[in-house]
T-cell receptor, first 112, second 114 residues
Framework: AQSVTQPDIHITVSEGASLELRCNYSYGATPYLFWYVQSPGQGLQLLLKYFSGDTLVQGIKGFEAEFKRSQSSFNLRKPSVHWSDAAEYFC??????????FGTGTLLAVQP | ETGVTQSPTHLIKTRGQQVTLRCSSQSGHNTVSWYQQALGQGPQFIFQ???????GRGNFPPRFSGLQFPNYSSELNVNALELDDSALYLC?????????????FGPGTRLTVL
């Protein structure tokens, strides 16, 4: 079955520190992968997506993600976190029946 | 360019009632998907509409139904509300329903069932 796992429910980093959010997927074919961010009371905003080609994908707000087929992973990274990055982050894979399958999310807190 | 909008923002209903949630797609988009996001969870796919036809459905009972109109706006209807239907309901529009499309999300409707 298609699924997405985000092992870290909650992460706290200091402002200016680097960040890596983990995502593992289960999907038989070549996956279409996404990272979305959700601020409190808001909808989801797309950070970046991977369809094919270069396995290192650049997104908005200085985020990047690397697709590793051998590890079934699509981890999100940012070299220097800003206080405004505090939010919940969702990894998703495009599955059958035209649906996005989301992980349970990672809540990021940024301390000064 | 107008983004995806949803109404109402918040809604409170009682068990057994019926509710209709509305979504206006982003300009030029002919596909809309609906998701349910329970507290502390990721969004769960309810269904997708492409050019007014249902184009995929998740694991939700028939009391969850939808419509898409010629202007590509959409409604989500839920009958016989249950307490577990309390959630944030998100709609997302995309240009063509292709899996290569990005889905653009609205701000959601927060439904509380008492």
């Amino acid at each position: 079955a298609q699924s997405v796992t985000q092992p870290d429910i909650h992460i706290t980093v200091s402002e200016g520190a680097s960040l890596e959010l983990r995502c593992n997927y289960s999907y038989g074919a070549t996956p279409y992968l996404f990272w979305y961010v959700q601020s409190p009371g808001q909808g989801l905003q797309l950070l970046l997506k991977y369809f094919s080609g270069d396995t290192l994908v650049q997104g908005i707000k200085g985020f990047e993600a690397e697709f590793k087929r051998s590890q079934s992973s699509f981890n999100l990274r940012k070299p220097s976190v800003h206080w405004s990055d505090a939010a919940e982050y969702f990894c998703a894979v495009y599955g059958a029946t035209n649906k996005l399958i989301f992980g349970t999310g990672t809540l990021l807190a940024v301390q000064p | 360019e107008t983004g995806v909008t949803q109404s109402p923002t918040h809604l409170i209903k009682t068990r057994g009632q019926q509710v209709t949630l509305r979504c206006s797609s982003q300009s030029g988009h002919n596909t809309v998907s609906w998701y349910q996001q329970a507290l502390g969870q990721g969004p769960q796919f309810i269904f997708q509409y492409y050019r007014e036809e249902e184009n995929g459905r998740g694991n939700f009972p028939p009391r969850f139904s939808g419509l898409q109109f010629p202007n590509y706006s959409s409604e989500l209807n839920v009958n016989a509300l249950e307490l577990d239907d309390s959630a944030l309901y998100l709609c997302a529009s995309s240009p063509s329903g292709s899996e290569a499309d990005t889905q653009y999300f609205g701000p959601g409707t927060r439904l509380t069932v008492l």
